[in-house]
């Protein structure tokens, strides 16, 4: 598995409030397949995560969000803890940078209540998904097919529900962004 992701740049998209494994297990997994990430926030400097019950570690901002672009990324991913995509579906420029990556074709990848932002930006309808379940109801009623599995691939995305599926989650995450290479490598 290491460096199949070599030369494959993933961008994080975060706030105050990530829930901490959901963005720190995956990341380490897409650096260890050989992927640069990189930690894209609305705020400057870091970011604070949420260990389950109270405030965890801060992570580093890389970029500030002003200052990113899709086209710069092959993969978005959205950790989630409640208070990150709560804060981060608030944001226009961050509705705005998921809805440039969704409509651009390139893999989004989502996990608990990360698709809350993907609700936001207007591009669920008529995919298959998970999430964290008391977000299921803003999922079906923004028009996705809501699923309870470990991880639910529908062409570009990739969801899954809670820190438990992170493993799978992370495998089907590298094995689509592999994908998605060698098929614009093909074209």
């Known amino acids: 598995m290491a460096h199949e992701l070599k030369g494959k740049k993933i961008a994080i998209l975060a706030t105050d ?51 990113a672009s899709a086209s710069d990324y092959d993969l978005l991913f959205l950790p989630g803890g409640v208070m990150n995509p709560d804060h981060l579906r608030m944001d226009e420029s961050a509705v705005e940078f998921v809805k440039s990556f969704a409509g651009s074709g390139k893999p989004v990848a989502a996990i608990c209540h990360g698709p809350w932002t993907l609700v936001e930006a207007d591009v669920v309808k008529g995919r298959t998904m998970t999430s964290w379940p008391s977000i299921k109801t803003d999922l079906r009623n923004a028009g996705a097919n809501w699923v309870d599995r470990e991880v639910a691939v529908d062409r570009n995305f990739i969801t899954s529900r809670k820190p438990e599926d992170i493993p799978a989650f992370c495998k089907a995450v590298i094995e689509e962004l592999g994908k998605s290479q060698s098929s614009r490598a093909a074209a």
């Open 17 to 67: 409030g990530f829930e901490q494994v959901e963005l720190t297990e995956p990341k380490k997994a897409f650096e260890k397949a050989g992927a640069r990430t990189e930690v894209i926030s609305p705020k400057e400097g870091q970011i604070k995560g949420w260990k389950f019950k109270e405030w965890g570690d801060s992570v580093k901002v890389d970029k500030v969000l002003k200052s």
